[in-house]
Structures are given as structure tokens and as C-alpha cells.
């Protein structure tokens, strides 16, 4: 005679396996954002990743692949960005008039 045991998830790894599923849906909402929002998001996954080691323990390699591809984009955009030449406006230099008497005093104390 075999017994068969069942073994129920402990509530802890339900929760685990609830909170790594919803940081797989996170990371796969990433694509549709841009810059900001992205910037934005990816600090909150950060958090979210920090506070649940374990939960993030589980997540699946494409799952953190795309995470990196997204980690990437963010730090390219920023590369872009700080290496785009910055538009150097230039000052109007000051134009001195003389007058006739201030350039004959010039010229003279010159020598001319």
C-alpha cells in the first residue's frame, strides 16, 4: 500500500507566488512606457524588489531579462541625452562708442 501525500502551499509561499506574479506583470508593463514614466516605474519595481527578496527570488529568467532590457533603455535614453552637444548662446560683446574727441586722445597718447 502507497500513501499519497498532498502537500498545500504554506499561506507565506501563496503570498509569494501572488506577489512574484504581480512583479512579472509590472516588469512586462514596462514596454509600453516611455522616459518619465518609465524612469518612474522602474524606481518603484526597484523598491518593490528590495522590500521582497524572495518573491523576487522567483521570478523566471525572461522575466529578468526583460527587466534588464528596460534598465538598458533607461540608461541609454540618459546617455543620449548627457552626450547631445549643448547650444552655447553667445554673448553680445559690449560695443564702446567713442567719441571724436575720446578716439583723437587715444590715438595720441598711442603715438599716432
Known sequence: ???????AASPAQQELSQLA????????????LFEDS???EMDAL???????????????????????KNLRRTVSSALV???KPKERK???SAKTQFTPEQLQAALEEEGF
Do not use: F, H
Not at 500500500?1 to 502537500?7: H, I, L, S, Y
Open 81 to 83: 541625452e548627457a552626450s
Open 90 to 92: 553667445t554673448k553680445a
Open 46 to 68: 526597484k523598491a518593490c524588489l528590495i522590500e521582497n527578496p524572495s518573491a523576487a527570488a522567483l521570478l523566471k529568467d525572461e522575466d529578468v531579462g526583460l527587466l534588464v
Open 38 to 40: 518609465l524612469v518612474g
Open 1 to 7: 500500500m502507497e500513501q499519497q501525500t498532498t502537500v
Open 21 to 32: 506574479s504581480e512583479i512579472r506583470t509590472r516588469i512586462l508593463s514596462l514596454e509600453a
